[in-house]
């Protein structure tokens, strides 16, 4: 089964993510870590995407779909977590599961209204070495300032600042909604409210997918 979270940032998908790995045992491909983590390595693929990640702004098609593509060798199924995000993505990501008669079986879109994502941004805190998302105010971890499944130092991520914030919730709009009528289409999309308690959240994921809560 090859699942993709489709939402505007701040919707949950990373969260959602998290759950669907330990219930259905898929493999987690989030764009945005693998990225976050080729710029924290200072590789020539960070090197090449940061300025466009502090701006708020996609990393360009080619750069993202090589990188998605390389990921999935291998893995006989995956969650997508932030990719696709243009139409361009989403075709190239049919086509190379295509051709291992792969396809994406279920696209989840979470849907959040934008005053809400932009509180939700403006308090979320990040560990620097795993990679998982707090909140404050809606779910703090357990000792100030430390993540609660590794350890690591939680920080505030550039990209989450106030003017980066209202950035990538436009492009979102106009690059990346589109796919929510792409997959409509083909009868993929499942549309959960992504507002509430997370556990209900996930209980409606886990149920879009046929998994017991
Ligand atoms: P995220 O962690 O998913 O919010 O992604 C953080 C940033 O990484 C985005 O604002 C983009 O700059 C970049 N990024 C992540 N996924 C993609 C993608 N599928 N296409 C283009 N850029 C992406």
């Not at 702004?57 to 893995?75: F, N, R, T």
């Not at 550039?158 to 690059?175: G, M």
Request: glycine share 10%; hydrophobic share 35%; proline share 4%.
């Amino acid at each position: 089964m090859n699942l993709v979270l489709l939402g505007p940032p701040g919707s949950g998908k990373g969260t959602q993510a998290e759950h669907l790995v330990q219930k259905v045992g898929l493999a987690h491909l989030a764009s945005g870590d693998l990225l976050r983590s080729a710029v924290a390595a200072g590789t020539e693929l960070g090197r090449k995407t940061e300025s466009y990640m502090k701006q708020g702004v996609l990393v360009p098609d080619e750069v993202v779909i090589g990188l998605i593509l390389e990921a999935l060798e291998g893995k006989s199924g995956v969650i997508l977590d932030g990719f696709p995000r243009t139409l361009e993505q989403a075709q190239a990501l049919e086509q190379a599961l295509g051709q291992r008669s792969q396809t994406i079986d279920r696209v989840l879109y979470i849907s959040v209204a934008k005053d809400e994502l932009i509180k939700r941004l403006s308090s979320r805190w990040t560990c620097k070495q795993c990679q998982a998302p707090y909140n404050l105010q809606g779910a703090p971890p357990r000792q100030e300032g430390k993540c609660d499944r590794c350890g690591g130092e939680l920080y505030q991520r550039a990209d989450d600042q106030p003017h980066t914030i209202r950035k990538r919730i436009e492009v979102y709009l106009t690059q990346t909604v589109p796919l929510i009528d792409y997959y409509r289409r083909s009868n993929r999309l499942t549309e959960v409210d992504g507002v509430g308690e997370v556990a209900q959240i996930t209980r409606a994921v886990l149920q879009a997918v046929g998994v017991e809560g």
